[in-house]
C-alpha cells in the first residue's frame, strides 16, 4: 500500500535562486495514491541552468525536505528526504532516523563488547585454573606409547626439548593429518603429561553456557609437566629415548608400534585420498564405514606408502569415469572404496609389486612417523616401506 506523504520544505539559504530550484525540484503530489513530481530533473537543470547531476545536490544544500507525518519514534524529528529516489524507499514499521538508528547501533556494539569482554575474563578465570593441573609427572613412570609421541615433539621443537614449551603445535607436523595430532596431544594432556600455559590464548578455549568446556589443542601453548624428580628438559627427553631404545623389554611396546602404526596409516590414508579427490576436482570425501573399511583392508595388507600407491590408482580411475557422459561425480566417488577391495584383493592374489610412494623421507614425512621407524622399530626408511598391518601382528607373535 503506498504510503501518504505530507512534503515540507525547510530553507537553509537565502538565495533566491536556489530557493526557486528547490521549490521546483520538490514540488509534486499525491494523485490516486501515488506520489507525482510536477517537473522533471531534466526540466529542472534547463530552467535554472546548472547542470542535470548538481540538482539534487543543490536542492539539498538549500531545504531539507521533510514529510510531516513519519516522524521518528526516539526523537519525535520528522523523516528527511534526501533526494526523490529516497521519497521511493517505503518504510516499514516504525521509523527512526539515522540519528537515533546510529545510537542504537552503538548502544548495541557496547552491549556485545561488555558481554565479550566479561566471557573473556571467564575463559581467562578458566585457563588459568587449567593451567594449575599436570604440574608434576612421573616421566620414568610414562607408558611406552606416550613416551613416543612426547619424545617426537621434542625432536620436533627445539623449544620443547630445551624449556618444555611449545605454541605453534599444528605447525611441528607430528602427524599426517591435524586432527591426529590433535588427539594425541589431549591424550598427553588427560595423561597429566602436559600442561596448558597460562599465556594459553583465549580462544583456545571455549566455555558453554552451562559450565562444560572444551578446547583446540592446536590454539593451547602448551608446556610439558615438571619431572618429579627434578629432570631438566633435555634431560627428560633423554630418558624417553632411552626409554624407546628398551623397544621389545618394555611391556607395552607391541601395543604401541600396533597402535600408533594403525594411526598414522590410517591418517595418511585419508590424507592421500583426500589429496587425490582434490587434485581431480571430485566432491569431497565423505568418510563412512566403507571407505574406512577399505582403507584397513589396503593397510592390513600393504604397507602405507604402498597404500598410497594403490589409492593414487583407484582414484585415477574413478576420476577417468567421472569424465564419462551419463556418470555422475559422486557417483565416481563411490565407486572408490569398493574399487580399492578389488585393487587390494587382485594386487595379492596375481601378485602384483606395488611400489611405495614416498615423499623426503627426513624432511616431509610426518614425525611420529620416522620416530616409530627410526627409533621404535629401528629399521627407519625400508621398514616403512614393506611393513603391513599383517607382518605386524606376526612381529608381536614371535
Ligand atoms: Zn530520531
Known amino acids: 500500500m503506498d504510503q501518504t506523504i505530507c512534503l515540507f520544505l525547510c530553507f537553509k539559504t537565502e538565495s533566491p535562486r536556489d530557493l526557486q530550484l528547490a521549490l521546483d525540484y520538490w514540488s509534486g503530489s499525491e494523485e490516486a495514491g501515488k506520489w507525482k513530481w510536477n517537473v522533471s530533473v531534466e526540466e529542472v537543470a534547463s530552467l535554472h ?29 520528522p523523516r528527511v528526504f534526501s533526494s526523490r529516489s ?54 620414568d613412570e610414562i607408558s611406552y606409547s606416550d613416551a613416543i609421541i612426547s619424545f617426537g615433539i621434542m625432536l620436533a621443537s627445539d623449544e620443547a626439548c630445551e624449556l618444555g ?43 558453554a553456557e552451562d559450565g562444560t568446556w572444551s578446547y583446540y589443542p592446536h590454539r593451547v601453548s602448551w608446556r610439558f609437566a615438571d619431572d618429579a624428580d627434578g629432570r ?72 602405507i606408502p604402498q597404500c598410497r600407491r594403490e589409492i593414487t590408482n583407484v582414484v585415477k580411475n574413478a576420476a577417468a569415469l567421472s569424465q564419462h557422459r551419463d556418470f555422475a561425480r559422486r557417483h565416481a566417488l563411490n565407486t572408490i572404496p569398493g574399487n580399492l577391495i578389488n ?19 627426513q624432511n616431509e614425512e610426518p614425525v611420529l612417523t620416522t620416530v616409530l621407524f627410526n627409533r621404535v622399530l629401528g629399521t627407519g626408511l625400508p621398514g616403512f616401506k614393506t611393513f603391513s598391518g599383517k607382518f605386524l601382528s606376526t612381529m608381536s607373535q614371535i
Not at 49 to 76: N, Q, S
Not at 165 to 191: I, M, Q, V, W, Y
Not at 267 to 292: F, I, S
Request: charged share 30%; proline share 4%.
Open 49 to 77: 541552468d546548472v547542470k542535470k547531476g548538481d540538482v539534487p545536490k543543490i536542492a539539498r544544500g538549500t531545504a531539507d525536505a521533510v514529510d510531516l507525518l513519519r516522524r521518528c519514534v526516539e526523537c519525535g524529528c
Open 232 to 303: 631438566s628438559f633435555p634431560k627428560i627427553m633423554s630418558l624417553l629415548g632411552e626409554m624407546l631404545d628398551a623397544r621389545e623389554d618394555d611391556p607395552g611396546y607391541y601395543e604401541a608400534v600396533d597402535e600408533l602404526w594403525w594411526k598414522l596409516g590410517y591418517d595418511d590414508a585419508l590424507q592421500y585420498l583426500e589429496q587425490e579427490v582434490d587434485n581431480y576436482r571430485l566432491p569431497d570425501v565423505q568418510v563412512g564405514p566403507k571407505t574406512e573399511g577399505a582403507i584397513r583392508h589396503a593397510l592390513e595388507n600393504f604397507s
Open 343 to 361: 585393487y587390494v584383493d587382485r594386487a595379492i592374489s596375481e601378485g602384483w609389486q606395488i611400489s611405495p610412494l614416498l615423499r623426503n623421507w
Open 165 to 207: 614449551t611449545f605454541h605453534d603445535s599444528e605447525g611441528l607436523h607430528l602427524c599426517p593429518r591435524a586432527g591426529l595430532s590433535s588427539k594425541l596431544l589431549a591424550r598427553l594432556f588427560n595423561n597429566g603429561i602436559l600442561r596448558m600455559s597460562s599465556t594459553t590464548p583465549i580462544q583456545a578455549v571455549v566455555l
Open 86 to 139: 529516497s521519497l521511493a524507499l517505503r518504510v516499514y514499521g516504525e521509523y527512526r532516523c539515522p540519528n537515533c538508528l546510529e545510537g542504537r547501533r552503538l548502544a548495541l556494539l557496547e552491549r556485545q563488547e561488555k558481554e565479550e569482554r566479561g566471557r573473556s575474563a571467564r575463559e581467562r578465570d578458566h585457563i588459568a585454573e587449567l593451567a594449575m593441573r599436570n604440574h608434576i609427572y612421573r616421566y
